[in-house]
C-alpha cells in the first residue's frame, strides 16, 4: 500500500450520543463519557483510504506491505478451500500495532505534542514507544509487571520512561490515567483515540490488492479490538468507492477468561473476577475494552462471530505453528484455536476462504513455551 501524504476533511463522533466534534488527540472522551469516531466530511474529492493526517508518513518505519502466506496444511486440517496468513508479526517492531502507532504519532506530531503517557500489555507500548523515538517525543510506558521481559527491554531500548504496574491489565490503563493528570501530559491512549484505529484500515486495503474480493473470512484476535473495527472501516471504505462488492466475514476470537465481546453477542453473562482470570495470550487479557460496542457493531454488520478459546488449546496450535516454521506469541495461536472452534461448530466450511492476521512475533514471549 502506498502512502500518500493528504487527508480528508473530518470530523469527531461520538458512538453514544452522537455528538460532533472539532477533532484533536487531546480528545478522548465525549462529556458523556463515551469514545469518538473519525468521520470523514468531504465527497467532493475522494481519496482512498481516506486518512486523518496531512502529511502522513512524515513518521514511518517501514510498516504495512506484509506478506502473506498460503498454508495448505491447514485446508487439509479445517477442511476449508484455502488457508492464508498475513504476517504481521515482521513489522518493524514485530506487531499489527505499527500500523496504528504510525497514524497516532503522525497526528500527535501535528499537534505538537512533546510528551506523553500511554498503557499497553507490551506490544502497543514497544510500538509507540519506537514511533515516539523516532519523532522525538519523550514517552511513559504503563504496563502489568508480568509483561514478559523482552517486551519491557523493547520499550526500555526506544528510550521510553516504563513504569511496570502490579495487577491485571486494567490496572495499568488506571494508573497511567492517574500519572497523566498528576503531571498534566496528555494521555496518548492507542484504546480510546480513533486515529489508531484509523492506521488499521490499510490492512484491509492490502488484502483487497492482493485477493480482490476472494476472502470468505477473516479471524482475528480480539482484546481491545482495534486492528478488527479498523479491518472494518476499511472494508466500509472499498465498498463504498466501488472495489468491491462485498466484505469478508469478520470473525472475534477471545481467551475465554477475557470474553466480554464473545458474552455479549451471544447473551451470556461474564463477570470479570481479576483474582482467577488469567490466559497465555496476554495480548487479549483484556477486561473492559473501550470500543466493545464498536467491535461488537462491527462483527455483526460483517456478519461474523465471536468465539472464546481456553488455554490448553491456545498452547497447542502454540507449538504446533512452532513445528510449521511459524514462530509466534500465543495471541497469534488463539486465532489458530479459534478457527479450528469455528469449523467445528460448522461457521466455517469446506468453501470457506480464510485469512488471519500473525499478530505479534514468538521472538517477544520465547517464555511461552516453557523450552
Known amino acids: 500500500m502506498n502512502i500518500k501524504n493528504h487527508s480528508n476533511k ?24 463515551g469514545v469518538f469516531d473519525i468521520v470523514y466530511d468531504d465527497f467532493s474529492e475522494q481519496y482512498f483510504p481516506r486518512m486523518p493526517i496531512e502529511n502522513f508518513g512524515r513518521i514511518y518505519l517501514g510498516e504495512g506491505n506484509t506478506p502473506v502466506l498460503n498454508f495448505r496444511e491447514f485446508e487439509k486440517i479445517f477442511n476449508i478451500k484455502s488457508f492464508w496468513m498475513k504476517l504481521e508479526n515482521i513489522s518493524p517492531t514485530g ?16 499537534e505538537s505534542v512533546l510528551e506523553f503517557v500511554e498503557d499497553s500489555s507490551g506490544n502497543a507500548g514497544a ?40 495487577g491485571p491489565r486494567q490496572s495499568s490503563t488506571i494508573a ?65 468507492s466501488s472495489q468491491i462488492k462485498k466484505m ?28 482467577n482470570s488469567s490466559t497465555i495470550a496476554g495480548g487479549i487479557a483484556v477486561s473492559e475494552p473501550p470500543r466493545k460496542n464498536q467491535v461488537i457493531q462491527s462483527i455483526l454488520e460483517s456478519n461474523g462471530s465471536a468465539i472464546s478459546v481456553n488455554d490448553k ?30 469449523c467445528q461448530e460448522g461457521v466455517l466450511t469446506h468453501s470457506s476462504k480464510v485469512l488471519v492476521p500473525l499478530t505479534g512475533s514468538g521472538l517477544k514471549d520465547l517464555k511461552s513455551f516453557n523450552i
Not at 466534534?21 to 480528545?27: D, K, N, R
Not at 506469541?329 to 479450528?340: H, K, L, N, Q, S
Request: charge should be neutral; aromatic fraction near 10%; include cysteine.
Open 127 to 166: 510500538s509507540i514507544a519506537a514511533y515516539a523515538a523516532k519523532a522525538g517525543m519523550k514517552s511513559h510506558i504503563f504496563v502489568p509487571e508480568k509483561t514478559p521481559q523482552v517486551k519491557i527491554d523493547q520499550i526500555k531500548v526506544y528510550g521510553s520512561n516504563i513504569h511496570l504496574i502490579e
Open 313 to 342: 488449546s491456545i498452547s497447542k496450535w502454540h507449538r504446533n505453528l512452532a513445528k510449521l516454521g511459524v514462530l509466534v506469541e500465543p495471541t497469534c495461536a488463539a486465532v489458530i484455536a479459534g478457527v479450528e472452534k469455528l
Open 248 to 275: 469478508p466475514n469478520l470473525h472475534c476470537v477471545q481467551a475465554e477468561d477475557f470474553n466480554p465481546i464473545e458474552s455479549e453477542i451471544k447473551g451470556k453473562k461474564w463477570n470479570f473476577n481479576p483474582t
Open 10 to 33: 473530518f470530523h469527531f463522533k461520538c458512538l453514544e450520543c452522537g455528538k460532533d466534534t472539532e477533532p484533536s488527540v487531546f480528545s478522548l472522551k465525549c462529556d458523556c463519557n
Open 95 to 110: 506487531s499489527f500495532k505499527d500500523r496504528g502507532s504510525a497514524t497516532l504519532i503522525n497526528a500527535a506530531l501535528n
Open 176 to 240: 497511567a490515567q492517574e500519572f497523566s493528570k498528576k503531571n498534566n501530559l496528555i494521555y496518548l491512549s492507542h484504546n480510546y483515540s480513533p486515529y489508531f484505529c484509523e492506521g488499521m484500515k490499510y490492512f484491509s486495503y492490502e488484502i483487497k490488492e492482493t485477493f480482490n474480493n476472494d476472502i470468505t473470512d477473516i479471524v482475528i484476535p480480539v482484546g481491545n479490538g482495534s486492528l478488527l473495527i479498523g479491518c472494518f472501516k476499511g472494508y466500509q471504505e472499498l465498498i463504498e
